[in-house]
Nanobody, 119 residues
Framework: QVQLSESGGGLVQAGGSLRLSCAAS????????MGWHRQAPGKQRELVAT???????NYAGSVEGRFTISRDNDKNTVYLQMNSLKPEDTAVYYC?????????????WGQGTQVTVSS
């Protein structure tokens, strides 16, 4: 199993910044993907950004240019630097981890951390 520990959410004014962290522990596979999804009230959970163990990165169009995802493979930790935050970024942000073992997909989710952007 993989456990995810998230931190860094909070309140920020529009235009401000926050940095989210997520540390994975447990049965970590060398080849994996980690990232962040978010869910606002009344909306489906959506991709924010992902990064693979090999360094491939994918951003949602709504955050590209403002958010930066990175990871420390030695610490199995992923970070999301969020700049120029907008009220529409307000959501619960969920860390996730994904790997494949014997052809099966294993997905793990953090408990979520609230990000609130005021204006």
């Amino acid at each position: 199993q993989v456990q995810l520990s998230e931190s860094g959410g909070g309140l920020v004014q529009a235009g401000g910044s926050l940095r989210l962290s997520c540390a994975a522990s447990g049965s970590i596979f060398t080849i994996n993907a980690m990232g962040w999804h978010r869910q606002a009230p009344g909306k489906q959970r959506e991709l924010v950004a992902t990064i693979t163990s090999g360094g491939s990165i994918n951003y949602a169009g709504s955050v590209e240019g403002r958010f930066t995802i990175s990871r420390d493979n030695d610490k199995n930790t992923v970070y999301l630097q969020m700049n120029s935050l907008k009220p529409e970024d307000t959501a619960v942000y969920y860390c996730y981890y994904l790997d494949r073992r014997r052809g099966l997909r294993y997905d793990y989710w953090g408990q979520g951390t609230q990000v609130t952007v005021s204006s």
